[in-house]
């Protein structure tokens, strides 16, 4: 019987859409949450109002049935908006597919969906208010402290998953008794959420099917859709230094910065000073550990293992793609609790490195290459590429957003193609004057056979 009991700490995006796997496969599930529930009181859901999804992130909900639902919260987006100083916007495509997009979704819309259908099961419960303080191995106890009330208990568990985030509890327990490594790297940059509301006739005031990017070398801000119109925007800017979060201390400097680095964005923005002011100043980390397990007691999963930046739109994605492979293994093991902490714990680390790495990269693309000729001319190559042989090459972007094969995978087969772009385009300034002799051996001899979508 107590093989059947789980315990989840944290019911963010990750945490409930593991209860409702574990909960289909017929284990008593008890989640413990720091916060109130959402979806009672107006609580805001945390960082980022909005996220991309893409496929790593829809095959575990088509899994678990719940896409058909999730598709009605979805706005589609084809490609980056790149806006310049000027105003002039410019869409660069994400993929070359019609199929090739993600979406735009609302985190508190998601969670809300994960956490109704985990407690629809029937097996699931979710403690609200309930902050995981302590971890004890040896006697398998939690403790648990009430947010409301202050009070402290204590509650026996049988196995228990991590799914508490970047500043993960039961990451720390596991590694007060058995640590590799654990550090968060921080980035030195922040980020600021504004709003640009729908405009006075309901509509959307930018294209509503791309990801509007105003990239500007050391800084940048983004806009992504909402279901109401409006965008969510995202200013990451460095913390320190002439251009920074602590050089913005005033509405008139703020005023010029805007009017200065994103004209076009100013007349969009009514609110810009209220939320630059008043909403916090999200920081970045990049949270690397090891090991993601212990013994059969424990296991993390999500940001509580390897919360990345924010910049390739893969934390959440990589987090349900950890309970999906979680999933996995204990179909594979069976019972074998050891076995499937570890098999887990030793397939996705790599992985989870991987996007981390991944994610830091994408920061310069977003706001720097995408306005660089040469960086065009590549991307229109790997198209090209791709077209002319789909078995081997794949665009990078394409490997980590709209496929499935292992991040470390996309990452090593990244670094070759890479190197084969920046040999072909060398010394040309088109397409046209491209080598693709040279192409064919270079992409024949350097990169193997891929599946792109292993089962
Ligand atoms: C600005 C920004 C933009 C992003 N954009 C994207 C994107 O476009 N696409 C994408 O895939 N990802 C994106 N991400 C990453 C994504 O937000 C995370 O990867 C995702 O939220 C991880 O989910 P999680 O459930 O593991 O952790 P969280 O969402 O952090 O959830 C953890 C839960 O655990 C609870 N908790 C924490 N500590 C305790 C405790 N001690 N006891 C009990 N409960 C606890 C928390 O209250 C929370 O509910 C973005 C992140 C940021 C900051």
Redesign the pocket.
């Known amino acids: 019987m107590s093989d059947k009991k789980i315990t989840l ?8 859409l593991a209860a409702v796997f574990l909960a289909k496969r017929g284990f008593e599930v008890e989640v ?4 109130p529930d959402m979806r009672e009181e107006n609580i805001s859901a ?3 109002i ?5 496929n790593r ?1 829809i095959y575990p909900l088509q899994q678990v049935g719940l896409m058909q639902q999730v598709e009605k919260m979805l706005t589609p987006m084809k490609g980056r908006m790149v806006h310049d100083l000027e105003g002039n916007q410019n869409l660069q495509p994400y993929g070359q597919r019609d199929e090739e997009v993600i979406y735009s979704v609302s ?1 508190a819309d998601l ?1 809300t969906l994960c956490m109704d259908s985990a407690e629809s099961e029937g097996n699931v419960t979710i403690h609200f208010n ?4 302590s971890v004890d191995f040896e006697n398998q106890l939690l403790t ?1 402290k009430n947010e409301l009330t202050g009070e402290e208990c204590q509650k026996p568990f049988v196995r228990v998953i991590g ?8 990451r720390d327990a596991i590694h007060s008794v058995q640590s590799e490594h654990n550090y968060a790297e921080q980035l030195g940059h922040s ?1 600021k ?1 504004l709003c640009i509301p729908a405009g006075t006739d309901g509509e959307f005031q930018m294209e509503p099917h791309a990801l509007h990017i105003w990239p500007r070398g050391g800084y940048m801000l983004i806009a ?1 859709p909402n279901m109401d119109r409006s965008f969510t925007v ?1 200013l990451f800017m460095p913390n320190e230094g002439e251009i920074s979060f602590t050089a913005i201390d005033n509405e008139e400097k703020l005023l010029a910065f805007f009017n200065e680095h994103f004209p076009d964005a100013v007349p969009l923005l009514p609110e810009l000073n209220k939320d630059f002011f008043e909403n916090p100043t ?1 920081h ?1 980390a990049t949270v690397r550990c090891s090991p993601w397990h212990y013994q059969d007691k424990a296991l993390l ?4 293992a390897h ?4 910049f ?9 793609e950890d309970v999906s492979e979680f999933d996995a293994q204990i179909e594979k093991f069976a019972g074998d609790w050891n076995k499937i902490f570890a098999e887990t714990d030793k397939l996705r680390q790599p992985n989870g490195n991987a996007i981390a790495d991944m994610a830091i990269e994408n920061y310069i693309t977003m706001r720097d290459s995408v306005r660089d000729e040469k960086f065009l001319l590549k991307s229109a190559l790997a198209f090209e590429l791709e077209k002319r042989f789909p078995d081997r090459f794949c665009p990078r972007y394409s490997m980590v957003m709209f496929h499935r094969l292992p991040y470390a995978e996309a990452q090593n087969r990244g670094v070759i193609q890479e190197a084969i772009l920046t040999e072909l385009t060398a010394n040309v300034d088109n397409l046209e004057m491209v080598d693709f002799e040279n192409a064919e051996s270079l992409v024949k001899s350097k990169l193997s056979e891929v599946d792109l979508n292993p089962i």
């Open positions: 700490i944290g019911a963010g995006l990750v945490g409930s413990y949450e720091r916060r945390g960082r980022s909005n996220l991309a999804l893409a992130g985190r969670n309930q902050k995981c303080t648990l799914t508490d985030g970047s500043a993960s509890a039961v980020y959420e992504l995202t999200g970045l999963i999500g940001d509580a919360a990345v930046v924010p390739h739109g893969q934390g959440m994605n990589c987090g349900f």
